[in-house]
């Protein structure tokens, strides 16, 4: 008897089951919140384009103008440094071996030119000229001249060996913070360009934004135009840039945002804004969204205005 109405209400059960599920299953859920937060532009009407965080006055790639073995590194990441400060040195053993034969030459032509101004005057002290012959004196005039053109000669070679030691210590030709050391003691420096340089050294007192503006939007950007720059970790928070100049000459494009519809073969023109460090919390070389109020682009207003009379 039992066994007469278990499958009917079993399949009761599994009716009723389905139809609940069904019925959660089509309750209205929530619209799920954007995971994306878009930048509040303080612009009715703008541009926009990527911006390089860098020095005000540019990443300064640091060479040498002699290659060779890298002996010494003086400064680390994050150090300050002066015009004149020691940045790294090439090995310098070969020269100094140069320059101890030719300060030896100094001093024998020095101790020539003596010799020689010596027996000059003895000659030109004899009480009786006549026992002197005059072609006697013309030569040991002649022996000083000489003598002195062999000191100076000896001395410009010394003091050129010792110049080409100080070339082989490069130091920092404008203030600045070490951003970036690609060199270590040991490993071989080359000269020209390279892919990545020696040392980056940037003035981080205050920054420069170089935003890229397509092509075709070039002709909105005036000059002294407003600007604000969101930093990614913070989109609702603009900071106001300050107008410096417009490069105008239009590059290829290099600095890439990585959005799957960008353009990878335009062109871009370049627009430099500054900024003060304590206002911007980004590091030099760091991307952010700059967006620059420009004049409404007409031919969005008369698409729009199409859009609108399509019934």
Known sequence: MIRKYLLPFLALMGVVIIIIAIIIDNRPKPPAGSPIQWPQVPFSSYVSGAGIVEASGGNIAIGTSVQGIVTAVYVKWGDHVKVGDRLFKIDDRELKAQRLPAIASVKEAS?????????????ESVPDQRAVSREEISNRIAAVAVSKAAWSSAKARAEQISLAIERLTVRAIAAGKILQINIRPGEFAQTG??????????????LYIRVDIDEFDASRVAPGAS???????APRQPVLLKFERIEPYVVPKTALTGSPTERVDSRVLQVIYSVETRALPVYI??????????????????????RGRAP
Do not use: C, H, T, W
């Open 111 to 123: 101790a020539r030119m003596v010799q020689a101004e010596d027996q000059l005057r003895l000659a």
């Open 193 to 206: 360009l390279q892919a990545k340089p020696l040392l980056v050294l940037g003035n981080d007192q205050q």
């Open 227 to 233: 600007a604000a720059a969101f930093v990614r970790s």
């Open 285 to 306: 070389g760091q991307q952010i969204d700059v967006y620059i109020q420009a004049p409404a682009d007409p031919s969005l207003n008369k698409s729009r205005q199409q």
